[in-house]
């Protein structure tokens, strides 16, 4: 069983940075692809940005490239978002997920096995 717990979120203004942490409770956390997902009100559930299982490989949506940097720290079952440049269209409940597996595939289509219940970002302009 995973269980993933997402925090770091709240009330910024525009340009500025964020940090979200996301901790798993799971035996082997290295042996997971994870990453980051957004839905914003009235919207469906869109990607931000993938990680493999040691961190060598990210991924992320052409909306926050540049801007956002996911990593993870194994030792500490640790997943991070690092957020900045913050724009009011980055509002949204950001969520933490785990793929089933070391494929980072599945996670950047939108497939991943378990997921984090959420926090609130909101960006002010």
């Known amino acids: 069983q995973v269980q993933l717990v997402e925090s770091g979120g709240g009330l910024v203004q525009a340009g500025g940075s964020l940090r979200l942490s996301c901790a798993a409770s799971?035996?082997?956390?290295?042996?997971?692809?994870m990453g980051w997902f957004r839905q914003a009100p009235g919207k469906e559930r869109e990607f931000v940005a993938a990680?493999?299982?040691?961190?060598?490989?990210?991924h992320y949506a052409d909306s926050v490239k540049g801007r956002f940097t996911i990593s993870r720290d194994n030792a500490k079952n640790t997943l991070y978002l690092q957020m900045n440049s913050l724009k009011p269209e980055d509002t949204a409940v950001y969520y933490c997920?785990?793929?089933?597996?070391?494929?980072?595939?599945?996670?950047?289509?939108?497939?991943?096995?378990?997921w984090g219940r959420g926090t609130q970002v909101t960006v002010s302009s």
């Open positions: 990680i493999s299982w040691g961190g060598a490989s990210t």
């Open positions: 997920a785990c793929a089933r597996d070391r494929d980072l595939r599945t996670v950047v289509a939108g497939t991943p096995g378990y």
């Open positions: 799971v035996r082997t956390f290295s042996s997971y692809a």
